[in-house]
């Protein structure tokens, strides 16, 4: 267990080291790049930080751990859009840049697919319309209209391109492997506490592979780059629901076995993804009050899915 305290507490300073670097990156790419922040928080942040949820959901899969790879899914998807999201408004109150509304609903149109579809079993066929879901969406992400790019003091790199693109992947490698560390540290401390299965795949699993989402958002809310923040959320919530849930229906597909965890689950994530669009909808900024409400709706979801897990 004191190896695990280690890993908990090396692999968070690392995290936070390597959001620094790949915010920075991120921000003058999109500059040199001529496009905006909430594009490449979109297709190149949010989908990036999302590669712990692909790999953990994947792995689980093809070793018949299916139920932990969509509890995986849709623990990562609730914790970015309440727990996340909320700490970032919380921190400063997030403007939400043009396009925002657009993408929110791509994001509950995602999520509500790869609801309907993980019901029951998942298939090689339910796979395929996710892939093919997955590409429908980048373009759609892609070519939705974006304020244009700018480039605050704060966030300016005196680099070259090269230099630029350096940062920005070791950035995200940095912050996608101490994930992995935080994730391995946190569950060994789990089990040598003997907390549940149940608690651990929904909470401290879904939220470690949620960690670079979480620390990248903190940087960047303190820079105020709004479009990054919520790039990087709606669309990593867009590459969790369609690519990472087509990789583990075509890796591991078979029966569920807790069913009443994936109905209520799968609610949930939808409930939280149509929130997010209400909240936008209604005002050009999500306050601190809101990002607080989050935060509370997060506490009671994770309690509602902890319980159905048998904890």
Known sequence: MILDLVLLIGGLA?????????????????????????????????????????????????????????????????ANLSLVLGIGAVIHPLDLPRGSIRRAVLCLASVVLFAVLVQNAATRAEGVILAIATVVGLVLLAQMPSEASDRSQET????DGGST?????????????????????????ADGFGLGGGFVGFSMVAVGTSLPELVTVVVASRRRETGL????????????????????????????SEMELQVRGSLAMSVIAALVVLVMSTSRRIARPEG??????????????ASSAGV
């Open 14 to 78: 690392l995290l936070a080291w390597s959001a620094d670097r790949f915010v920075d990156g991120a921000t003058a790419l999109a500059f040199r790049l001529g496009v905006s922040t909430m594009v490449v928080g979109a297709l190149v942040v949010g989908f990036g930080t999302s590669a712990p949820e692909l790999v953990v959901s994947v792995i689980a899969a093809a070793q018949g751990e299916l139920d932990l790879g969509v509890g995986n899914v849709i623990g990562s998807n609730v």
């Open 156 to 159: 300016q790199i005196e680099a």
């Open 165 to 189: 693109w350096w940062w920005t992947l070791v950035g995200l490698a940095g912050t996608v492997g101490s994930a992995q560390i935080v994730v391995h540290g946190a569950t060994g401390l």
């Open 229 to 256: 923040i919520i790039g990087n959320l709606l669309g990593s919530n867009v590459f969790n629901s369609l690519a990472v849930g087509a990789a583990l229906f075509l890796a591991g597909p078979g029966p569920m």
């Open 292 to 305: 607080a409400v989050l935060l509370v709706t997060y506490g009671v979801l994770l309690a509602v899915l």
